[in-house]
């Protein structure tokens, strides 16, 4: 429930930026460029693109960094960076986070993926449980070969994918994952399934789609554009930009991030293949329907 009210507490920052921030951006000089650092999987969804089109449009340059989803909170709320990128929401009353403002700007889904050459295609919202904590352990429980399932999990409980993956599928931010591989970002356990035909995780739809990788099926709903924006597939999630606090940001951010939330800026993200957070607001309140969803699974343990 208190996720629910972070998403209702971002639509009034998105719809204040909107109508606040200056609409357009002006011809700037070096010392207007700016930093970004933050989740790959937010980079890969629209920054890069958006970088792109702010530095044609205005000379800006727009350095992009890596370093995950916390190092782009962290290091926005203390003033590091300009501009963090996030793919899950702040840790409530976390010292290093507390700074932290987040503009949620697109939506991102979370997909399970396989190697190439799996003949698996599609697994349920239950099946997906188990194979996490350890109760499905052979392909062939799921229609597929007679081999063992080998989970690859990213590093920690705080990564964008791992924090909103135990929110969302288990309800429990602590949930222990059986796996056999632990990798520290998305790019090392995307590259690993792609090698290996026993492999299974869950990354970003905006970074697995660039890779060679099966996108399985979420019961029997394909992570489409469509279904993301509409709701039907059941795992998403906001896309952020994240500042030190409105009161601290200068002039240079307050102007990308305008330009981001604009209607330039929107579409630039739908061209990426990504969701505007604008165009989909109804799926905060089916977010509900998530946690709801997880609640009433009945694998609340660390088994």
Known sequence: MKAYYIHIKTIIISLNLIFTLPAQAEPANKTDDIIWAGCGITKKAFMSELAKAYTAKTGVVVTLQGGGATKGIRNAAKGAIDIGGACRATLPNHPEERNAYQIPVAWDALVVVVNKENPVNSITF????????????????????????????????????????????????????????????????????????????????????????????????????????????????????????????????????????????????????????ADAMSLVMKQLQQYKRARDSGIFSNN
């Open 126 to 277: 239950k099946e997906l449980q188990k194979i996490y904590i350890g109760q499905i352990t052979n392909w062939k429980e799921l229609g597929g070969n007679n081999a063992p399932i080998e989970l690859y999990i990213r590093q920690g409980k705080f990564s964008g994918v791992g924090r909103t993956l135990r929110e969302l599928v288990f309800a429990n931010y602590d949930q222990e994952f059986k796996a056999k591989f632990v990798e520290k970002s998305s790019g090392p356990l995307e590259k690993g399934i792609v090698k290996n035909l026993h492999g299974i995780g869950t990354t970003g739809i905006s970074s697995a789609k660039r890779r060679d990788l099966k996108i399985l099926k979420l019961d029997d709903k394909e992570p489409s554009y469509d279904n993301i924006k509409n709701g039907e597939y059941l795992l998403y999630r906001p896309l952020y930009l994240v500042t030190k606090g409105p009161r601290e940001s200068d002039e240079k951010i307050k102007k990308f991030i305008s330009f981001a939330l604009s209607r330039e800026g929107k579409a630039i993200i739908r061209k990426a293949g990504t969701v505007p957070y």
